[in-house]
């Protein structure tokens, strides 16, 4: 079985997009958790963040970039928003491929379930 991401990133599974460039695919979470829940996804498929290399860092930048600038477009800049990006089982990853969680439009508790 091909990767669940990489078939949404070659539009063999639909997604709600709400934003693609050459380097990331951004859609929103099929379960949301919060209001606003967006998945910023690399088009590189890269498994967990074990698997990251040194080349990879900017990449990573990138992703947290256009995590602030979806935030900004949902008008959750201000009241603040949390990212979240989880490492194997034990932090809950169960699509392995990695992404950055998009959370905001309520208030969160500290520290996380
Ligand atoms: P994680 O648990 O960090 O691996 O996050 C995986 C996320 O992918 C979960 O929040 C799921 O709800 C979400 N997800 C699973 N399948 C899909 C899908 N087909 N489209 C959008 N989001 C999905
Ligand atoms: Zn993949």
């Known amino acids: 079985m091909e990767c ?16 693609r460039d050459d380097v990331v695919i951004a859609f ?4 949301p958790i919060a209001p606003i829940h967006l998945l910023i996804v690399p088009q590189k498929h890269i498994g967990t ?3 990251l290399m040194p080349e990879d860092n900017e990449l990573i930048g ?4 256009t995590a ?3 935030a ?9 928003y949390r990212l979240v990006l989880n490492c194997n089982a034990g932090a809950g990853q169960t699509i392995f491929h990695i992404h950055l ?3 905001g439009g ?6 996380p379930g």
Do not use: T
Request: proline share 4%.
């Open 68 to 70: 602030k600038m979806l």
């Open 106 to 111: 309520r208030q969160f508790s500290w520290p």
């Open 28 to 31: 929103e979470d099929i379960h």
């Open 4 to 19: 669940l991401f990489c078939q949404i990133l070659k539009e063999e599974i639909p997604a709600k997009v709400v934003y």
């Open 72 to 80: 900004l477009e949902k008008n959750i800049s201000e009241e603040g």
């Open 101 to 103: 969680h998009l959370l």
């Open 49 to 51: 963040l074990n698997n």
């Open 62 to 65: 990138y992703m947290i970039q």
